[in-house]
Structure formats: structure tokens, C-alpha cells
């Protein structure tokens, strides 16, 4: 499995046979080094509804022919829309034939803004836990800190921890460093954060926080190392 960062809170995971992406907010993203129009994916995978986190997925579904997984109200939306979606809850998992997910709680909000100002509520924000080929990863999406992340490095066994550290509108370094302890992972690596300027964070700053974990910080279109 090869997974890769892409700015913001965009992971594209490639198995033998498949390819997903995670959050693919791309068009209006200053620090992706990707391009909506050359994504060839099978799947993707939603946290929660705002704009920097959907970003392209219609486009792209559609030019794919990719189902989306997201939680239950996002996915009926995005199905509106005239894309093949698979909804899903919170604690809920299902096994695809590119690898198995499980939705897990987040602490947030889940929402979209029509162009006439009316905002659209989009069901529970979560977080994402995605395991193949012998590899768990969680992505948090955006959420706070909360004690249950201990339970979910109790639950699984995490080897790939994608946070937010970007504050303002999610944890951010200090509360990401202890969500690294409770949750246990192998490999962490911060998200969320130097897109705008509410969200502008030092990694570096994060990594020395954390020392339990190995702390990747990664620029736009780079590998996560497994070992």
C-alpha cells in the first residue's frame, strides 16, 4: 500500500488494485500539488461535509465512475447530486473489495452554504478508520480533542494517525500531541493546517510535542514511510 498527502486533509491511498481519496479538497487548495481533472480513483471517502473537505468529490465521482462512502446525510446529498454513494454511520464498518471502513466520532460541525446563503445541514461529522493489505490508518477529519480516541487506539490497532493541528477550528499542536498518546499509533502525521492563515501552525513545533510516535510531516504529493 502506497499512501500519500496532498495539502490540507487530502490522503489518496493506492492498494494493488485500487486507488482512494480521502477528503479531496483540490480546486481553491493554494498547497495541493494535485489536479482535479487527472484524479483516476475507485473510491472516496468523506469526513464530513464542509467545502474544504468535499471540494471536487461530485466532479471526480462522476468522471471515475467512483462510489463515495460518506456519513448518512452527506451521502444522500452527495447522491442528489447524480453520484453512486455508499452511507454509512458512526461505529459502523463495511468491507469493500478495496479494503475495509469504519466511521468513527468526530467534534465538529457538518454543514454546506447554497449560493443564496442558505446553509444546508450534513449529518455527524467522523473520523475515518481504513484498514487493507495488513495496514490500519485513522484520519481524523476535523474534530477536537476527545478521551474516546483512546478507546479507538484500544480498538485497533492504528499504524498511520492523519490529525489536525491547525486549531481555530480544530485541535491544534498541544491537544493533537495528546491525542497521539491516547489513540497509539506507529506513524503520526499532522493535517489541517497552513492552508488559511486562522489555521497557521509550525509542524515542527507538533513533532517535538510528540514522543511516543513517529512524526512524518509531509509537503504536498509525498509518501508516508512504512516501515
Sequence with gaps: MKISYHGHSVV???????????????????????????????AILLTHGHDDHVG??????KKCNAIVIAPFELANYIQSKGV?????????????????????????????????????YLGMPTGIIFSAEGTTLY???????????????ERHDIDIAFLPIGSNFTMGPEDAAYATELIQPKIVVP?????????????????????????????????????
Design 56 to 61: 471536487d468529490t461530485v466532479e471526480i465521482a
Design 139 to 153: 484520519h481524523a477529519g476535523d474534530t477536537g480533542l476527545f478521551g474516546d480516541m483512546k478507546l479507538i487506539g
Design 84 to 120: 453512486e454513494v455508499h452511507p454509512m454511520g458512526i461505529g459502523g464498518e463495511c468491507e469493500f473489495e478495496f479494503g475495509k471502513v469504519k466511521f468513527t466520532q468526530a467534534f465538529h460541525s457538518s454543514s454546506t452554504t447554497t449560493e443564496d446563503g442558505n446553509i444546508i
Design 191 to 227: 493535517i489541517h493546517y497552513n492552508t488559511f492563515p486562522p489555521i497557521k501552525q509550525d509542524p515542527e513545533y507538533f513533532k517535538g510535542l510528540v514522543k511516543k510516535a513517529d512524526v512524518q510531516v509531509l509537503s504536498a504529493g509525498e509518501f508516508v514511510t512504512l516501515s
Design 12 to 42: 489518496k491511498i493506492k492498494t494493488k488494485s485500487h486507488t482512494i481519496l480521502i477528503d479531496p479538497f483540490i480546486t481553491g487548495n493554494e498547497i495541493t500539488d494535485l489536479k482535479a481533472s487527472e484524479q483516476q480513483v475507485d
